[in-house]
């Protein structure tokens, strides 16, 4: 299955508000609920910031949240952060299977300004 | 707490197999699916493939679709992946991470380097 897209770097300043694209299909991020968003810093393993598109595990910040308008999911990081550098990624369920199935966007690198 | 700790750095030649452990704590581990997703150098993820722990039903990313098995061991809480036929670019870092609707739990990453 194919990579879903994300633009591969967007930045803001400290305080500002950030938004990151997701854009699959209707195989998946459009055809499902099951988009989750990924933070990772360098040398360290992924951390799921959203999951179920919009939902926050306990320990995220309310400053991150999650949406989705047809086949795009979206993350907004809101007053931006300096710990908030690190590179983002989104996932969806997919469809290609009747077991589970999952494909990851291509990152986005967030810089702080 | 719960986590997830992996097996260590391999090094291995071209066309042989590698074998990477999982452990899990802190949690039952027949409650939810493990997932192997892995990153090469300066790359994205990708996704690799899928078991159930409950019942050990698989589903594999297609392009690695004959080189990997994914196995579990409920006696010690353990999944394994095993990918076959190495080539250098399978040269990554292999994350295992647990969870059904997204991957909330993730092991620290062993680092798989295919070099002759």
């Known amino acids: 299955q194919s990579a879903l897209t994300q633009p591969a770097s967007v930045s803001g300043s400290p305080g500002q508000s950030i938004t990151i694209s997701c854009t699959g299909t209707s195989s998946d991020v459009g055809g499902y609920n099951y988009v989750s968003w990924y933070q990772q810093h360098p040398g360290k393993a992924p951390k799921l910031m959203i999951y179920e598109v919009s939902n926050r595990p306990s320990g995220v910040p309310d400053r991150f949240s999650g949406s989705k308008s047809g086949n795009t999911a979206s993350l907004t990081i809101s007053g931006l952060q300096a710990e908030d550098e690190?590179?983002?990624?989104?996932?969806?369920?997919t469809s290609s299977s009747t077991l589970p199935n999952w494909v990851f966007g291509g990152g986005t690198k967030l810089t702080v300004l | 707490q719960v986590q997830l700790v992996q097996s260590g750095a391999e090094v291995k030649k071209p066309g042989a197999s590698v074998k990477v452990s999982c452990k899990a704590s802190g949690y039952t581990f027949t409650s939810y699916g493990i997932s192997w997703v892995r990153?090469?150098?300066?790359?994205?993820?990708?996704?690799?493939?899928?078991?159930?722990?409950?019942?050990?039903?698989?589903?594999?990313?297609?392009?690695?679709?004959?080189?990997?098995?994914?196995?579990?061991?409920?006696?010690?809480?353990?999944?394994?992946?095993?990918?076959?036929?190495?080539?250098?670019?399978?040269?990554?870092?292999?994350?295992?991470?647990?969870?059904?609707?997204?991957?909330?739990?993730?092991?620290?990453?062993?680092?798989?380097?295919?070099?002759?």
């Not at chain 2, 297609?62 to 399978?90: F, H, I, N, P, W």
């Open chain 1, 86 to 93: 690190a590179d983002y990624y989104c996932s969806s369920y």
């Open chain 2, 39 to 116: 990153q090469a150098p300066g790359q994205g993820l990708e996704w690799m493939g899928w078991i159930s722990a409950y019942n050990g039903n698989t589903n594999y990313a297609q392009k690695l679709q004959g080189r990997v098995t994914m196995t579990t061991d409920t006696s010690t809480s353990t999944a394994y992946m095993e990918l076959r036929s190495l080539r250098s670019d399978d040269t990554a870092v292999y994350y295992c991470c647990s969870g059904d609707d997204a991957f909330d739990i993730w092991g620290q990453g062993t680092m798989v380097t295919v070099s002759s």
